[in-house]
């Protein structure tokens, strides 16, 4: 009898020493399955908020054909459109409210250009990358608020032509 009693006890208590770890086991696995879900939920939404937005600022009208002077002043080039990508509106709010600022800007930038400079892909990238650095200075989109201006620069050249 005794016997019996011990090989009861010794089985309930094989079987407390299972079912125990396996139940505890359980409980953290859902926790952490709960807490990483939510971890992850909160990641896409931090994503979504942080994305900037891609706003159209134009500063010169299609059709309006906008002229700038050369280096040396015999030749001007003849702008058709001038429209910016900015990441937020108060970059377009402050491109509208600075209008003047800018157009001073893309005078003096034109002045430093020669014809052939206006010739190649790479002289008007780099036109297009000083026009973009010079509204963010004049926006006050610089440093840290970068992100948050002028992101993309689209000019259209009609013509280059000689004044005499």
Known sequence: MADEEKKKKGFGGLLMMILIPAVVAAGVTIVTIMMLGTNLTNQRQETTVT???EIKAVLI????????????????????????TVASDACRAAIGSKNDEIMDGLMLIFLSKDKSELNTAAGIELL????????NEITGFTGDRERLGVIGVYLYIKAISSVE
Request: glycine share 8%.
């Open 51 to 53: 994305t900037p937005v």
């Open 61 to 84: 009208q299609s059709g309006t054909y906008q002229t700038f002077m050369l280096k040396g002043g015999k030749e001007v080039a003849v702008i058709d459109s001038l429209s910016f």
């Open 128 to 135: 297009k990358k000083q026009i973009r650095a010079m509204v």
